[in-house]
């Protein structure tokens, strides 16, 4: 079992579409929380950092982590053409220097 | 604000030949380097990183290398290039192990 899943996708939606992409993990002493986006060719660019169950709102994107369920999702709201990338999700255990990534999900906002 | 930069862009290597790739982060001090290599659908494999000059943890036994000869510099090297080195380098840097990482815009390495 992979430490950390997260489904390839694609994933397809209309413009203005909310957007929903999910992370699970196994083991239980992540305590910090990463999504990154991922233009093609580019390197991943940081979007959301959390160490808390609960969610965090940045403009349209709110990040949420559930830690009893292992759980983590990143919204977001009014889905735009520019969000079309690949999104990883990261966590990564206290005071550990290692990160472990999802494969990430490719999405696709269709104008 | 900090920046890294990592060079070459892309770059086209025969099998076995050497490799050199750099990486600089600037506007922050004794950084925690990474080195990442992304394949296709299978996330990012971490290859090396590095606390401090000269110290360097590897995580993937192969025929690569990486040195830190400077605060704010990693470099990833190959004596031999495989097939099987081709991909997407990435250089990321910290500045401790509970702060997010932070990357470059990577280099790909196609070895024919």
């Known amino acids: 079992q992979k430490e950390v899943e997260q489904d390839p996708g694609p994933l397809s939606v209309p413009e203005g579409a909310i957007v929903s992409l999910n992370c699970t993990y196994s083991?239980?002493?992540?305590?910090?929380f990463m999504w990154y986006r991922q233009y093609s060719r580019k390197g991943p660019e940081l979007l959301m950092y959390?160490?808390?169950?609960g969610n965090k709102e940045d403009g349209r994107f709110t990040a949420q982590v559930d830690k009893s369920s292992k759980y983590i999702s990143l919204f977001i709201r009014d889905s735009q053409p520019s969000d079309s990338a690949t999104y990883l999700c990261?966590?990564?255990?206290?005071?550990?220097?290692?990160?472990?990534f999802g494969t990430g999900t490719r999405l696709k906002v269709l104008a | 604000s900090q920046t890294i930069h990592q060079w070459p862009a892309t770059l086209v290597q025969p099998v076995g030949s050497p490799l050199s790739l750099e990486c600089t982060v600037e506007?922050?001090?004794?950084?925690?380097l990474y080195w990442y290599r992304q394949a296709a659908g299978r996330g990012l494999q971490l290859l090396f990183y590095?606390?401090?000059?000269?110290?360097i943890s590897s995580e993937v036994p192969q025929n690569l290398s990486a040195s830190r000869p400077q605060d704010r510099q990693f470099i990833l090297s190959s004596k031999k290039l495989l097939l099987s080195d081709s991909g997407f380098y990435l250089c990321?840097?910290?500045?401790?192990?509970?702060?997010?990482?932070?990357f470059g815009n990577g280099t790909r390495l196609t070895v024919t």
């Open positions: 990321a840097w910290t500045v401790s192990p509970d702060s997010p990482l932070h």
């Open positions: 083991n239980s002493a992540f305590q910090y």
């Open positions: 959390t160490y808390s169950s």
């Open positions: 990261a966590m990564s255990e206290r005071g550990t220097y290692k990160y472990i």
């Open positions: 506007g922050t001090s004794n950084p925690n």
């Open positions: 590095s606390v401090g000059i000269g110290q």
